[in-house]
């Protein structure tokens, strides 16, 4: 399926919400190959500290203080990496904001807010990096989704579908530009501690997710991104325990399939939803 160039050494890794959790570990996991890194989020300091990390640790790096869901703000960022490095080998589309809450209680700004920065922000920064992509015939491209793309949770109805997608977005790219040497990966992990979202609703509520629903790690997660960068699989899931059976149950027997997931989930995401009053 795939041209692909061999990939360069180093790399140019334009990373969103690089500013924390999930992002973070994964710019200092991947920072050890010394690669390079274009840093985008809205956090100028945070930026600033990782960039400084990184410098300290022999690895150059640009911090692009970006709003993802500011479409001239993504031409920026796109403008001031090539400026810098001539190219961008891989995009880790991460930036992403929770919306756990009844659908009704939302106002329109959290739900046009979460649509923007977790999906269209990435279609129009991933727009805007192909034809760079494009010119070495190499390319990587790592959107972060969520086992709640692979099945709207309840009362995260705006978020899932974000991440649902992402999922989609992601499949049509690899039809798309894989003759080019563009392979595109989605990731999708459960519940992650080390990175922000989870561990708000764990410090608010003092309750972990049950044992059936599980988790993973923001490291885990990382090394998941790593791996996409050197073998690009369609998808990756990652949870414990593993998701993917539970999925193909709920295909063959969709009623089913439901009743086991909100038997296991239901009770955790209202109480997610609860931390919003
Ligand atoms: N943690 C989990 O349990 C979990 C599970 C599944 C999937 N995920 C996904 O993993 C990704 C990272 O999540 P995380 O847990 O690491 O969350 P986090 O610690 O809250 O970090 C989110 C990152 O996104 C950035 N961001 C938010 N809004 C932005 C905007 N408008 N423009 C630019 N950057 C923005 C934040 O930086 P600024 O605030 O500085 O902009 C921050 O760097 C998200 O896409 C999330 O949906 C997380």
Redesign the pocket.
Known sequence: MSHSNSPPNPLTILI?????????ITCQLLAKQKHRFIL????KD??SDLEAELRTAGVESLAVP????DPRALEALVKAGVDRFGRIDVLIN?????CFAALDELSVEDIVQTIE??LT?AILLTRLVVPVMRQNGFGRIIN?????GKHGPAYGAV?GAT?AGLIAFTQSLRGELSPAGILSTVI?????TH?????EIVKATGKKTPSLLG?TT?ET?AAAIERAIRKAPPEIMLNFPAMRPVFLFRDIFPRLGEMLILATTLKFLKRAASIRK
């Open positions: 969103t919400g690089a500013s924390a959790g999930i992002g973070r985008a989020a809205r956090s945070k930026l970006t709003d993802v869901s991460n930036a992403g904001i929770e920065t977790n922000g972060i989704s969520s086992i709640a978020y991440k999708c992990p459960g519940f992650a990175g922000g979202i989870y561990d988790g923001a997660v």
